[in-house]
């Protein structure tokens, strides 16, 4: 029986970042937790089938935006051969909101950060990135991260089936066609060189 500071390690340990572009992610509307503590995790649902705490994602920041008086934030705009990624970083990320306070707009960044869908009163959801860490990266960075995405996009595509979500999935994203996600990944390819 694992002892009771190797079950927290377990218990806690942190989801790997899911590589996924930005029109797959605005369309992942479905959000849940994990369990019924407090600290259970919480997941968005990709239409392609897996659950996700945490992304990666490199792009070009098109867009910075300081708002707030005593609590500052920031609001940013990270743009993949997909379309826009919609970041925050807050003073509850002080790493995160300091690194986006020292970037210019344009340039490319690699973000690591947690999803979260929000409900207008009218009831449509968007999906934002709240920034646990923001980095400047060069070109080839980006092409490679397009790279990673692409094949992380297609081998949730041809595993969709296999996935411990997919009937929650299919549930949740009804007609969910999984082709659009196909050829969305290969025309991000078709715009890097490498």
């Known amino acids: 029986m694992p002892s009771e500071g190797r079950f927290n390690q377990q218990r806690y340990e942190r989801e790997p970042a899911r590589r996924v572009f930005a029109s797959e992610l605005r369309e992942a509307t479905y ?3 994990d369990g019924e503590d407090e ?3 919480a997941y968005v649902l990709l239409p392609t089938g897996e659950r996700c705490n ?3 994602i490199i792009g070009s920041m098109t867009q910075k935006e300081k708002r707030g008086d005593q609590n500052i934030f920031y609001n940013i705009r990270v743009a993949d051969p997909s379309g826009i990624f919609f970041v925050t970083a807050s003073s509850f990320q002080q790493e995160a909101m300091q690194q986006v306070s020292r ?3 344009p340039a490319f960044v690699a973000i690591v950060g947690k999803p979260n869908v929000y409900e207008a009163p009218d009831g449509r959801k968007f999906v934002s990135v709240r920034a646990e860490s923001v980095t400047v990266v060069d070109k080839e960075m980006r092409d490679c991260w ?3 995405a692409a094949e992380s ?3 949730r595509i041809e595993n969709f089936d296999q996935s411990k979500d997919a009937a929650l999935t299919r549930e949740q994203y009804p007609g969910v066609d ?4 196909r050829r969305m990944a290969f025309e991000a390819l078709r715009q890097i060189q490498l």
């Open 31 to 33: 959000h849940f937790k």
């Open 39 to 41: 600290k259970s995790p």
């Open 54 to 56: 945490r992304v990666f």
């Open 103 to 105: 970037i210019e707009p």
């Open 146 to 148: 397009v790279l990673d």
């Open 153 to 155: 996009t297609l081998n």
């Open 178 to 181: 999984l082709g659009v996600y």
